[in-house]
């Protein structure tokens, strides 16, 4: 079988050297199987991507001597795609509006003790899945903002045991409602991150996926939303981080040292090199 990786950074801010690392990681990965390295851009928020940010991707990736399959996948070219996916949860039942605020969730959750921490903060359980249809319809006419969930209890239910495969660490088991009644939709972004990974994945035939660590508790998530829409399963390798001078890892929202910092103080390509262990 032919191996098939993908880099797929978000245009929200330039990459930092940590980046360097993934992308090289991912090629590596597919080159050494003769299989195909792709670029996908995950610009599904529209507030903070920008199209210089784009081009900074393009730019500092040719800089590493990166070369991935054509064409280039870019999430916000394919929102009506996604939405089939969230009509076919809502279709089985597993997904519903939740017409929770942030102030109200964050009470909730913080008044929930047993509320397990999945892969974007403490899981949230919403109340709403309990809703009448037709109270939910009447607050949908009504123009009320909501978000559509995904009932992790129910899916969970059907289901059932899971496990995934990961290169470094064995096959490992699946907590269902790691991550709670994760969104699936809303207003100001029309498809979330977990969703439209695994239906570009799948659309797109990555058989392997890298990335970081840090993103394991993602695999929860994301497995049970495979088996749901009936999508096929990926082998994973989550690499190591790279962390800076103070052992915290890389991150935008840090402002960490960015490829383009490094490639414009001149210390060239095999410096970068040899400072992410790659010579």
């Known amino acids: 079988m032919q191996i098939v990786t993908r880099f797929a950074p978000s245009p929200t801010g330039l990459l930092h050297i940590g980046h360097a690392h993934a992308a090289w990681f991912a090629a590596r990965e597919a080159e050494r199987n003769g299989g195909h390295f792709l670029l996908r851009i995950e610009d599904i928020d529209r507030v903070r991507a920008k199209p210089e940010f784009e081009a900074a991707i393009l730019q500092d990736l040719a800089w590493l001597g990166l070369h991935w399959h054509q064409p280039v996948r ?53 109340p709403d899945k309990d809703m009448p249809p037709a109270e939910a319809n009447r607050r949908i006419e009504k123009g009320e903002a909501y ?14 045991d899971l496990t995934f495969t990961d290169r470094g660490r064995g096959t490992l088991p699946v907590d269902p409602l790691a991550g709670g009644d994760i969104v699936l939709s809303r207003k100001d972004a029309p498809v979330s991150y977990h969703l439209a990974v695994v239906a570009d994945d799948a659309l797109q035939g990555v058989s392997l996926v890298t990335r970081g660590e840090d993103l394991l508790p993602a695999c929860h998530v994301q497995r049970v939303l495979q ?11 989550h690499h190591r981080l790279i962390l800076d001078a103070q052992g915290k890892r890389f991150a935008k929202r840090d402002q960490s040292a960015t490829i383009r910092d490094w490639r414009e103080s001149g210390r060239g390509l095999d410096a970068l090199r040899r400072e992410l262990g790659w010579e």
């Open 74 to 126: 870019r999430q916000s070219d394919h929102f009506g795609f996604y939405h089939e996916f969230v009509h076919v949860l809502e279709e089985g039942g597993v997904a519903f509006p939740c017409f929770q605020t942030r102030k109200s969730i964050a009470a909730l959750v913080d008044g929930d003790l047993n509320a397990p921490n999945g892969p974007d903060g403490p899981a949230f359980f919403s």
């Open 227 to 237: 088996v749901l829409l009936g999508l096929p399963e990926p082998e994973y390798h």
């Open 147 to 160: 978000a559509i969930r995904l009932n992790a209890r129910k899916a969970a239910r059907l289901v059932g």
